[in-house]
């Protein structure tokens, strides 16, 4: 079955630096674009980055363009998401989704001084 799971977020001050990872499993990651979405207490769900099944374009959101990065290595069914100068607003759980219905269990990242 397909399962993905994330890891890397945690407790950073204001301008610091996290990188969350994705491991996939359970469907041929290699074929298939993978996102990055986050969730805000109260707020909806917010796509962050996006990246096709090459790595060769990615998109990520004006809020955080210029900041986070998104990746890919295929030989290890792995995306990462860098975030650097990361902003107190940028705190949310952090989820790694695959198709319409296949989602992570979401890594926590706290930006606070």
């Known amino acids: 079955q397909v399962q993905l799971v994330e890891s890397g977020g945690g407790l950073v001050q204001p301008g610091g630096s996290l990188r969350l990872s994705c491991v996939a499993s359970?469907?041929?990651?290699?074929?298939?674009?993978m996102r990055w979405y986050r969730q805000a207490p109260g707020k909806e769900r917010e796509l962050v980055a996006t990246?096709?099944?090459?790595?060769?374009?990615?998109t990520t959101a004006d809020s955080v363009k210029g900041r986070f990065t998104v990746s890919r290595d295929n030989a290890k069914n792995t995306v990462y998401l860098q975030m650097n100068s990361l902003k107190p607003e940028d705190t949310a759980v952090y989820y790694c989704?695959?198709?319409?219905?296949?989602w992570g269990k979401g890594s926590q990242v706290t930006v606070s001084s």
């Open positions: 989704n695959y198709g319409r219905d296949y």
């Open positions: 990246i096709t099944s090459t790595g060769s374009t990615t």
């Open positions: 359970g469907f041929t990651f290699s074929r298939y674009a």
